[in-house]
């Protein structure tokens, strides 16, 4: 996981989303999530976060999403 960021680099990242329509729903569900402020996770939560994503865009999403639901279901 990159640790340093720049703001140049973000703005680069939300142009780069902003230029068709499922980047900037993605962009809008992202402000939703940090706005609502419940997206604050330590390291290795933010590592498993980024596993799960991961997993789904390199082509298991629906095993991703079994896992989530069975994991949620069961805590």
Known sequence: MQ?????DEMRAAAR????????RA??????????AGEFDLDLLDQR?????????WMGHRA????????ITAAT
């Open 48 to 56: 498993a976060f980024l596993t799960l994503l991961g997993g789904a």
């Open 63 to 70: 095993q991703v999403c079994e896992v989530v639901t069975e």
């Open 26 to 35: 993605a962009l809008r569900q992202l402000d939703q999530l940090l706005r």
């Open 3 to 7: 640790t340093r960021i720049t703001e």
């Open 16 to 23: 780069q989303l902003s230029k068709h329509e499922r980047g």
